[in-house]
């Protein structure tokens, strides 16, 4: 007879108190930590230039990224942490998100822990059950994405690649490469998201059509990128909608908006990665074929003004 095991999240890494050893960020939101991190008085401005003189490599990589990358949060939270002068470059407080290090030449703190800038990126799919809050662990002891990983998955400290509402099942990716997951969450890159909805009754023929076109949320218009009833017993119709909007609970609003409330919505694709036969509660790492279209999927072409986008 085998003993129950405790729950993984249970067991999950914390960050340790001052003095103390482990990984400043391990089983827990990066983000939330860090937007609640200890408040540092930044330097004046004579100082904030000289720092950035200091530090600053024209030929090196944007700072933000290099935290991205490092998977302590996403290109966005970066900057801001940067900007509240949390973060320090061989010693030297920055506060210009413009500038360039080599992350192979210097030496990187936030709040006061330095980072290990040697990270081995991993990316996972998870199929999200109904129930499952998209949060790493829940204050309020609701399941959540660590009961699902293996210990490696929590000690890798992987973030969740966008949200899915509480009851809304299906593909969630997880990973420790902030600039991927910045990319595949920033609207200018539009990647395409599949869901098949599930609505009560019969659905009218111009109802995709009117998808299509677009319906004016109170948020602003939105528009599919292709819609399709797939089939319905009378009782029950089953639609699949592409769209590469991200905004909060964008398929439930357009549903409601037109009428047919959602019974029950699974993600079942993100670009060309799909769902497929995976059980649900499951997690398993992306293959290689799966992760170049990721890769593809978020190149970043040149502007017309010769930059990269965001």
Same mark, same amino acid.
């Given at each position: 007879?085998?003993?129950?095991?405790?729950?993984?999240?249970?067991?999950?890494?914390?960050?340790?108190?001052?003095?103390?050893?482990?990984?400043?960020?391990?089983?827990?939101?990066?983000?939330?930590?860090?937007?609640?991190?200890?408040?540092?008085?930044?330097?004046?401005?004579?100082?904030?230039?000289?720092?950035?003189?200091?530090?600053?490599?024209?030929?090196?990589?944007?700072?933000?990224?290099?935290?991205?990358?490092?998977?302590?949060?996403?290109?966005?939270?970066?900057?801001?942490?940067?900007?509240?002068?949390?973060?320090?470059?061989?010693?030297?407080?920055?506060?210009?998100?413009?500038?360039?290090?080599?992350?192979?030449?210097?030496?990187?703190?936030?709040?006061?822990?330095?980072?290990?800038?040697?990270?081995?990126?991993?990316?996972?799919?998870?199929?999200?059950?109904?129930?499952?809050?998209?949060?790493?662990?829940?204050?309020?002891?609701?399941?959540?994405?660590?009961?699902?990983?293996?210990?490696?998955?929590?000690?890798?400290?992987?973030?969740?690649?966008?949200?899915?509402?509480?009851?809304?099942?299906?593909?969630?990716?997880?990973?420790?490469?902030?600039?991927?997951?910045?990319?595949?969450?920033?609207?200018?890159?539009?990647?395409?998201?599949?869901?098949?909805?599930?609505?009560?009754?019969?659905?009218?023929?111009?109802?995709?059509?009117?998808?299509?076109?677009?319906?004016?949320?109170?948020? !602003?218009?939105?528009?599919?990128?292709?819609? &399709?009833? #797939? +089939?319905?017993?009378?009782?029950?119709?089953?639609? *699949?909608? $592409?769209?590469?909007?991200?905004?909060?609970?964008?398929?439930?609003?357009?549903?409601?908006?037109?009428?047919?409330?959602?019974?029950?919505?699974?993600?079942?694709?993100?670009?060309?990665?799909?769902? !497929?036969?995976?059980?649900?509660?499951?997690? &398993?790492? #992306? +293959?290689?074929?799966?992760?170049?279209?990721?890769? *593809?999927? $978020?190149?970043?072409?040149?502007?017309?003004?010769?930059?990269?986008?965001?």
């Amino acid at each position: 007879m085998t003993s129950r095991k405790e729950p993984r999240a249970a067991r999950a890494a914390r960050t340790p108190p001052p003095g103390r050893s482990g990984g400043p960020f391990a089983g827990e939101d990066p983000q939330r930590i860090l937007r609640s991190g200890p408040q540092r008085s930044k330097p004046r401005l004579s100082e904030a230039e000289q720092n950035f003189e200091s530090v600053h490599d024209p030929d090196g990589i944007r700072l933000q990224k290099v935290l991205a990358q490092a998977g302590v949060a996403s290109r966005r939270v970066c900057e801001g942490l940067i900007a509240e002068g949390r973060v320090e470059v061989d010693g030297k407080v920055v506060v210009e998100p413009g500038v360039r290090v080599r992350p192979e030449a210097v030496t990187i703190h936030v709040d006061g822990v330095r980072l290990s800038l040697d990270v081995e990126h991993r990316y996972v799919m998870f199929n999200k059950p109904a129930g499952v809050v998209t949060t790493l662990s829940d204050p309020q002891g609701r399941p959540a994405i660590n009961d699902h990983l293996t210990e490696e998955m929590v000690a890798a400290r992987l973030v969740h690649v966008g949200r899915l509402d509480r009851e809304t099942e299906g593909l969630l990716l997880l990973t420790n490469d902030g600039e991927l997951a910045h990319r595949l969450t920033h609207p200018s890159y539009e990647v395409p998201k599949t869901y098949m909805v599930e609505v009560a009754g019969s659905v009218r023929k111009s109802v995709p059509k009117q998808l299509l076109e677009g319906i004016e949320l109170e948020d !602003g218009p939105i528009a599919a990128d292709s819609c &399709r009833i #797939l +089939g319905s017993t009378g009782s029950r119709t089953m639609i *699949e909608v $592409t769209l590469h909007s991200g905004r909060n609970r964008i398929v439930r609003r357009m549903f409601d908006h037109v009428g047919h409330p959602v019974l029950r919505l699974v993600r079942t694709a993100i670009g060309q990665i799909t769902i !497929g036969d995976q059980k649900q509660g499951t997690v &398993r790492d #992306l +293959g290689k074929q799966e992760l170049g279209h990721l890769l *593809e999927l $978020t190149a970043a072409p040149t502007t017309p003004e010769g930059g990269e986008r965001p």
